[in-house]
């Protein structure tokens, strides 16, 4: 992602959407910058994550762990803060925008015309058989969706249905591309399309959605 598409990424709404004032909205989330420390924090965090549903210690490592994670969340609870303010969701350079609660997706291309991520799952998506669960293709696909509206310029809008077709199966570890496109616009909807493709370019999984524009005062 070059630096342009970055600060394009994190545009205030209302340059890429003349009506955000006239419909639900968003509050307006600007950029962050945390500093470095947030993205050695996400890495560790990401990894720590990955160990939690793959190591088998003894009892004692486990009650140190326990003691350890304890201690961290005593550092961090006093900094609780509400939606937009922490810069979790914020950071486009970083993995998955800086949320550990999106799979690590990098952005490589986002036009009108559609978005590109690249993604790689790792044992804390397994679902089974070292297999990504499917349950985390939907969260990645709808955080594809809500990038192609947003790309589009079209109105903040929300998901109203969205459809997983599962190709293959999607493999851990492994560099993978995802792509995202508006198929046709009606008024306040959007229908969206998105695919999963392995480095062979091999489907593994695609879906279709519903995107609509929030009306005047709708969450």
Known sequence: MTEREVSDYGLDPRRVDPNYDRHGGFPVFEPADPGPGFGRFLAAMRRAQDLAVSVNPDRDTWSEAADRVEGLVELLDPFVAGEGVGPASRVPSLPGAGSLLMPPWTVSSFEPDGVELQVEFSRFHVGGNYAVHGGVLPLLFDSVFGMVIRAAGRPISRTAFLHVEYRKV????????????IREADGRKAFVNAELRDPEGSLLADANGLMIRLLPGQP
């Open 170 to 181: 999607t493999p851990i570890d492994t560099k993978l591309s995802a792509r995202g496109w």
